[in-house]
């Protein structure tokens, strides 16, 4: 049974905001990545895993928005973005339905040109368009690259998502399964219970704010005789202005964070939690390698 198992490394990249976090959400059945309508949502590559028993197993990297750097964190995550492109077995590139290739697009094109690696371009969000206009979006992207397919698709609505699975599984080499079956990220739960707590953020707040935030988990610790877990963790901003807005009137902003994160941790982990939230400054932090590396960004490790 085994030799006829396929498993394989598959990258998703795109421009940010595209919906490569939704579309592998969905694609794993469950919540490990972020979502936000805001740039820099995703900051590092996030490894799940999808195993179908009769097929084999993919192994999903969702990077960050590939993008222009105006920081060391911008550099940091285009790096972790670009660096996947020559590693991967397949590449998924998502990109909004258009008939306009833009300088996004076509930075993107260079670096796929440089990986000879099997690009599956899927264009997203055709719920929002016309259907009559779909095929005129295939056509300008199928004039710029050769790719091995193109899949009109719905990551929100879970449309022709299966179609993407059937391809993926198409190009992945034979070969034994990386993980167990039961195996659906490598993220350490501190590390998806911080990105939770940033997500909650980045909806709550305004968009000035969002991108100089980071969130450090300082403890994380089960009571032995409830069904309950205590974690202390601190939302760093980079302004003292932003301090006070992450905070809210008489605590309001930073309540309301606090609410939803647990909610949603609590989902995750099955347990009740009792969350408390701290907010402290640190400035220009997105631009301290050593601030960066503390936060869980750490370009070494690219």
């Given at each position: 049974m085994s030799e006829s198992l396929k498993s394989g490394f598959v990258t998703i990249i795109g421009r940010p905001n595209v919906g490569k976090s939704t579309l592998m959400n969905h694609l794993i059945g469950q919540k490990i990545a972020i979502t936000s309508n805001k740039p820099q949502t995703t900051r590092?590559?996030?490894?799940?895993?999808?195993?179908?028993?009769?097929?084999?197993?993919?192994?999903?990297?969702?990077?960050?928005?590939?993008?222009?750097?105006?920081?060391?964190?911008?550099?940091?995550?285009?790096?972790?973005?670009?660096?996947?492109?020559?590693?991967?077995?397949?590449?998924?590139?998502?990109?909004?339905?258009s008939s306009f290739i833009g300088a996004g697009e076509r930075h993107i094109i260079e670096q796929l040109e440089r990986a000879k690696t099997p690009v599956i371009l899927i264009i997203n969000k055709v719920d929002?368009?016309?259907?009559?206009?779909?095929?005129?979006?295939?056509d300008t992207y199928r004039k710029v690259y050769p790719f091995a397919e193109i899949v009109p698709a719905s990551a929100l609505r879970g449309e022709n998502l299966d179609t993407v699975v059937d391809l993926i599984f198409q190009y992945l080499p034979y070969g034994p399964l990386f993980y167990d079956e039961d195996t659906v990220t490598d993220q350490p739960e501190r590390a998806i219970v911080a990105e939770?707590?940033?997500?909650?953020?980045?909806?709550?707040?305004?968009?000035?704010?969002?991108?100089?935030i980071a969130v450090c988990i300082d403890r994380m610790r089960g009571r032995k005789e409830k069904k309950m877990m205590d974690i202390d963790a601190t939302i760093v901003c980079e302004r003292d202005s932003h301090k006070g807005i992450v905070i809210g009137k008489g605590g309001a902003m930073l309540k309301k964070i606090g609410t939803n994160a647990r909610y949603e941790i609590e989902r995750l982990l099955e347990i009740k939690v009792n969350l408390k939230l701290w907010v402290k400054v640190k400035k220009d932090w997105r631009d301290s390698d050593a601030m960066m590396k503390n936060f869980g960004y750490n370009k070494d490790e690219i």
């Open positions: 590092n590559r996030i490894q799940t895993v999808y195993t179908d028993m009769d097929r084999g197993q993919i192994v999903f990297l969702d990077t960050p928005g590939i993008h222009r750097a105006k920081n060391k964190l911008g550099e940091y995550m285009v790096s972790a973005a670009e660096h996947t492109l020559g590693e991967v077995d397949v590449i998924l590139w998502l990109v909004e339905p929002t368009v016309p259907r009559e206009k779909i095929l005129s979006y295939i939770i707590i940033r997500e909650k953020a980045l909806h709550a707040l305004d968009d000035e704010i969002p991108h100089g």
